[in-house]
């Protein structure tokens, strides 16, 4: 009985592991959205910086000292939209890189809470046909049933019954 729901546990664990890549890629895909809009807003504000005779730093500067608190507030806009396209470039560089484990895997350490969501939401799973998610469902299969294994295990060594010690 063990055996068979381990079995069961390591498909299910399987299953969702192989999804990782097709995850990844609608995740990149939506980042590359992301920053391909980030750079056209950014690059707009660049060029009206610069028909004003401004470096970018010096048109925040001025949107900065504006003694009107709307304007302050499109420069600290501003800032925050160059700021984004600034941190999500060099993560799609570093993911367009990566080898494919190394993307999956690393996925964590640039992960956008915001782009992660919207991915997640609109989501739809992929069979594993390539190589990459053949491995992430090998590798689930043998962590999954390694995990239910030792989980049951350890379960029935909880309620198991005691063997009787005979003393000789």
């Known amino acids: 009985m063990k055996g068979y729901l381990s079995a069961i546990g390591a498909l ?3 299953l969702a592991a192989s999804q ?8 990149t895909q939506r980042l590359g959205g992301a920053v391909d809009e980030l750079r056209i807003i950014t690059e707009r504000f660049d060029a009206s910086a610069e028909g004003a005779g401004l470096s970018r730093d010096a048109a925040l500067a001025r949107f900065a000292a504006s003694e009107d608190d709307f304007l302050a507030g499109q420069g600290e806009d501003m800032a925050t939209v160059i700021s984004r396209y600034e941190r999500l470039s060099a993560h799609l560089a570093a993911v367009e890189t990566a080898n494919p484990i190394e993307r999956t895997l690393d996925l964590t350490r ?3 809470p915001e782009i992660g969501e919207r991915t997640l939401e609109n989501f739809e799973p992929a069979l594993p046909v390539t ?8 590798g689930g299969l043998v962590a999954g049933y390694i995990v239910f294994w030792l989980v049951f295990t ?5 309620f198991g019954r005691r063997r ?5």
């Open 164 to 168: 009787p010690v005979y003393r000789g």
């Open 20 to 27: 990782l890549p097709a995850y990844d890629q609608q995740y």
């Open 12 to 14: 299910i664990v399987g």
């Open 110 to 112: 640039f992960y956008d």
């Open 131 to 138: 190589a990459e998610g053949l491995g992430f469902l090998a």
């Open 154 to 158: 350890f379960i029935a060594s909880l």
